[in-house]
């Protein structure tokens, strides 16, 4: 027992820094925000920590490796995965626009968001890294709870933090053309910060 409480602060500065930095939840949570604000990007937002739980939970049962070992199968999901992805990208960032957020258009539910994650080599990495680095072998699940509990903690504060960005900016894109040029921009982070996925393993 002792041994997990003195991998937390590790753990914790690993997981802060991994929810914190730039990838495609974060891109698209901030463009969230300022379409459609804070209270309806929530969906969105526990829909993504329900998402990485769900990773988490796989890499500790082992079906990351799994996959390694089975190429085929592992480049058919992710590509899969990809696809779904850069078709939630479109939709949310090309057919809503800022301008258009009060016609109709909607943010990622919680499910699309949940399932978003299964094409997030970003969010993969990080939860097979959490799960390989601080697992003990003699409290295995123990550790692997403690890892959920920080991860989720820490993402739900990184993830809120962008959505609210998204919001500040709105203030700012008061004009069709700058509305415009935020969505490419938002569009564009995001499809680089997927880029890596075409040639990374889990």
């Not at 500065?13 to 463009?31: E, K, Y």
């Not at 990809?82 to 990622?108: D, F, T």
Request: net charge positive; with cysteine.
């Amino acid at each position: 027992m002792d041994s997990v409480w003195e991998l937390l602060p590790a753990m914790s500065l690993f997981a802060f820094v991994t929810a914190m930095t730039p990838g495609p939840n974060n891109f698209l949570l901030a463009s969230s925000g300022a379409q459609f604000g804070i209270r309806q990007s929530m969906k969105h937002l526990v829909g993504i920590r329900f998402g990485i739980v769900c990773l988490l939970l796989l890499c500790a049962g082992g079906v990351a490796i799994a996959l390694e070992q089975h190429p085929t199968l592992y480049r058919t999901l992710r590509y899969l995965g990809l696809g779904y992805m850069l078709w939630l990208v479109a939709k949310l960032i090309v057919l809503n626009s800022v301008a258009n957020s009060q016609e109709g258009g909607r943010p990622l539910s919680f499910l699309q968001a949940m399932f978003f994650q299964l094409g997030n080599v970003k969010a993969w990495m990080a939860c097979l890294a959490l799960v390989t680095s601080y697992s003990l072998p003699g409290n295995y699940w123990l550790s692997v709870f403690m890892i959920i509990i920080v991860f989720t903690v820490f993402g739900f504060f990184a993830n809120s933090c962008w959505a609210l960005l998204g919001r500040w900016i709105k203030t700012h894109l008061d004009t069709p053309g700058k509305q415009r040029v935020f969505n490419l921009g938002i569009g564009l982070l995001t499809i680089v910060s997927l880029a890596p996925a075409f040639t990374a393993g889990v």
